[in-house]
């Protein structure tokens, strides 16, 4: 089995795994307070991690396994659709996070605007779906382009047309970002050699944002091989192993927070110090074998 299988399918699950972990104790605990438009980019990228793992799922790490058609086709989409999808969740928790640092006090938070967090919230998810509808349909017209390549562990549409589409949506949501990263690093540096009476946001939020700025500069690789597919390049498969690691970057970035650690050292302390029912001796008499009472 090559390795390059093992290890392209074990950080897809590594993400998966650890962003649905991080996402379900953020939603849980009352101690951990995240932006809503946080929560949308761990949905998008867990979406992402499981789209490239489905055959894995089904086939396992069989690489001789033929996939159903219609779910060869259906991975196909996603893997097309979900990059554009990551791109633009990433883009809104960015931009949320400048409007909070460049802002801070000095305007009502980005909240008490309904329609543009609703924006921020839903847009990536309906360009998403249509973009994963017209690839799907795409893939059901061509039937006969959708394959999965040998040692390969997704299918793909073997037509150049959807992968110029999807690294060109990638490479301008991702181009985009460049400003709003600018803009959001001169805000940073502003707060951070600001003293507390003068700074315009709480500490702990400028971790957070400082956070986003972070992994929103390595989604930078996404619009390097958003490039690479716009000009026809032949990729080697290291470019999706280096791909692969942007949700587990994700996970380190945004888990390795002292509130998440807070709580996970919470609850487990609760775990272990749940109170266990005491064992009760049943007090009912017995009789012995001559038929007298004895007490227990």
Same mark, same amino acid.
């Given at each position: 089995?090559?390795? #390059?299988?093992? +290890?392209?399918?074990? %950080?897809?699950? *590594?993400?998966?795994?650890?962003?649905?972990?991080?996402? /379900?104790?953020?939603?849980?605990?009352?101690?951990?307070?995240?932006?809503?438009?946080?929560?949308?980019?761990?949905?998008?990228?867990?979406?992402?991690?499981?789209?490239?793992?489905?055959?894995?799922?089904?086939?396992?790490?069989?690489?001789?396994?033929?996939?159903?058609?219609? #779910?060869?086709? +259906?991975?196909?989409? %996603?893997?097309? *659709?979900?990059?554009?999808?990551?791109?633009?969740?990433? /883009?809104?928790?960015?931009?949320?996070?400048?409007?909070?640092?460049?802002?801070?006090?000095?305007?009502?938070?980005?909240?008490?605007n309904y329609k543009t967090v609703i924006t921020l919230l839903v847009a990536p998810y309906i360009i998403w779906f249509f973009m994963f509808?017209?690839?799907?349909?795409f893939g059901l017209a061509h039937s006969s382009l959708v394959n999965r390549l040998s040692k390969s562990s997704y299918c793909i549409i073997t037509s150049a047309i959807p992968a110029k589409m999807s690294s060109l949506f990638v490479v301008i949501v991702t181009s985009s970002m460049l400003p709003v990263q600018a803009s959001l690093g001169l805000s940073l540096c502003r707060n951070l050699y600001h003293n507390d009476s003068t700074s315009t946001i709480s500490m702990p939020t400028l971790q957070v944002v400082i956070r986003v700025m972070v992994f929103s500069f390595l989604t930078l690789v996404a619009f390097a091989e958003g490039v690479i597919y716009i000009f026809d390049l032949?990729?080697?498969?290291?470019?999706?192993?280096?791909?692969a690691w942007l949700p587990v970057f994700g996970v380190l970035i945004f888990g390795m927070q002292k509130d998440i650690f807070r709580t996970w050292i919470l609850w487990t302390t609760r775990l272990v110090k749940s109170p266990r029912m005491p064992y009760r001796k049943d007090s009912t008499p017995s009789l012995t074998p001559d038929n007298s009472v004895r007490s227990d």
């Open positions: 089995m090559p390795t #390059l299988f093992y +290890t392209f399918i074990g %950080l897809q699950l *590594s993400g998966a795994i650890g962003m649905s972990f991080i996402f /379900l104790t953020v939603v849980f605990s009352p101690l951990v307070k995240r932006c809503s438009t946080w929560y949308t980019f761990c949905v998008s990228w867990i979406l992402s991690c499981f789209s490239y793992s489905l055959l894995f799922f089904v086939g396992g790490s069989d690489l001789s396994h033929v996939p159903n058609r219609n #779910l060869c086709i +259906t991975q196909a989409a %996603l893997i097309y *659709s979900v990059p554009t999808l990551t791109a633009l969740t990433t /883009l809104s928790l960015l931009v949320h996070s400048w409007y909070n640092v460049h802002f801070g006090i000095s305007r009502p938070p980005l909240e008490a509808l017209g690839f799907l349909l032949s990729p080697e498969p290291f470019v999706d192993i280096i791909m």
